[in-house]
């Protein structure tokens, strides 16, 4: 049975926004120095000879980490060619993924554009992180035979909730796919609601815990000893640094900003406590006198996390929902984390478990918590061994990806 094209309203209104998309790629291009990415937006490539066989598709920094471990095994075999469609993950997967994966910018979602990528890539199997759910290009792929399958598949409640449009939308999107492997079983209610064949479902575990045994050795960029604030939001670091000035930390305060491009106003803040700051993007020199290192720059986060003494997560004390606790866990660091946390409940759920990770109720209780780690080397220590632990146990979630994906490349060869 052919597929079902995506709906006609769909079609209509992706053209009617494709200035304003080809416009924000534009934008995204200059202020970044990535032309290549703009042009790939648009669907030209470079004439290079393309032979790979497997396309794995990720949106963002946190979905090329997510599959990075996965990438890293199957390109010892296979041609891969990974796509991303913004300019940081972009960045962040030419930096990151071996020098042997082709990295590409996905073209905008309009049958044009999706056609022409199609007639310039011919792979058999493509690996969709999450949800990435681009009815057009998923349209293309499964009308030239390519066998889809949705990675570390989920739908949120919200998506469940949504406008009978995009419900429908989305139930006719995942129709296109052979096959979802699932983080655990809820997510499998979750795609049933949706209308997907339970017959096509398998849990395959969460591929965010599969990264303990894909370590990368970072230099050292500090050498003092510091703790670590990352990925933080407008208004955390005001907050934390009024904190620490309250609690007269002894160790270096590292700020690692979600979005580094908001350094001149967190400057602005910090400055405004009377606090001494050093700036890394602009080269300046760690003095005795130095409180916070402002990390405003790309591609370092994990770098800062391998030595920090500590790692507290930002997006997590204001209504963000939370950052990624599982990257500084697996790098075996004690981390604290706040109240909001709609988007890492289960992750919090499995490292709690196990006295793997702190989780605090507001900004007191994150005072009483660096004290009480800081004097206590001990609980420090058992922390972030305990949360080690918890990230290796998880191991055998890439073989169970690896071994289903395997099944299919035999199946297309």
Not at 204 to 220: D, F, I, P, Q, V
Not at 380 to 389: C, F, G
């Amino acid at each position: 049975m052919p597929p079902t094209k995506p709906a006609l309203s769909y079609r209509l209104l992706s053209f009617a926004l494709f200035i304003v998309w080809v416009l924000h790629a534009l934008w995204l291009a200059l202020k970044n120095n990535q032309l290549n990415f703009f042009w790939q937006r648009l669907g030209f490539y470079p004439a290079d000879k393309c032979k790979q066989n497997i396309w794995i598709h990720a949106a963002s920094v946190g979905e090329i980490e997510l599959i990075k471990p996965l990438v890293e095994h199957l390109c010892k075999d296979h041609c891969i060619l990974v796509t991303t469609f913004t300019v940081t993950g972009y960045q962040h997967a030419l930096r990151c993924l071996p020098a042997t994966v082709l990295v590409r910018a996905l073209p905008i979602d309009v049958l044009p554009l999706s056609h022409r990528f199609f007639q310039h890539f011919n792979f058999k199997l493509a690996l969709i992180a999450e949800t990435e759910l681009w009815p057009e290009t998923l349209f293309q792929a499964k009308q030239k035979g390519i066998t889809l399958i949705q990675i570390n598949a989920r739908l949120s409640e919200k998506s469940l909730k949504t406008s009978k449009w995009i419900k429908n939308l989305l139930i006719n999107t995942l129709a296109y796919f052979d096959k979802y492997l699932t983080r655990t079983e809820q997510d499998i209610d979750n795609l049933i609601e949706m209308g997907a064949d339970r017959n096509k479902i398998t849990v395959a575990g969460n591929l965010k815990y599969a990264h303990a045994g894909s370590l990368t050795t970072y230099e050292r960029l500090i050498q003092q000893p510091y703790i670590l604030f990352a990925s933080t939001h407008h208004p955390e670091e005001k907050l934390f640094a009024q904190l620490i000035k309250l609690l007269a930390v002894k160790q270096l305060v590292v700020i690692a900003p979600r979005h580094p491009h908001r350094a001149k106003e967190i400057l602005v803040e910090l400055h405004a406590l009377g606090l001494d700051v050093k700036q890394r993007s602009l080269g300046q020199a760690i003095t005795p006198t130095t409180q916070i290192y402002l990390a405003d720059t790309l591609g370092e986060l994990q770098a800062f996390m391998t030595y920090a003494e500590l790692v507290i997560m930002g997006g997590s004390f204001n209504s963000t929902g939370g950052h990624n606790v599982l990257e500084p866990a697996r790098l075996g660091k004690a981390v604290i984390t706040g109240p909001s946390d709609t988007n890492i409940q289960q992750d919090i759920e499995l490292l709690a478990e196990h006295n793997a990770i702190v989780q605090v109720t507001g900004l007191d209780q994150l005072a009483e918590k660096i004290t009480l780690l800081l004097n206590n080397p001990g609980t420090l220590i058992e922390l972030s061994d305990n949360a080690k632990k918890v990230m290796q146990s998880q191991n055998h979630i890439l073989e169970n990806y690896l071994s289903i994906i395997d099944s299919y490349l035999e199946s297309t060869q």
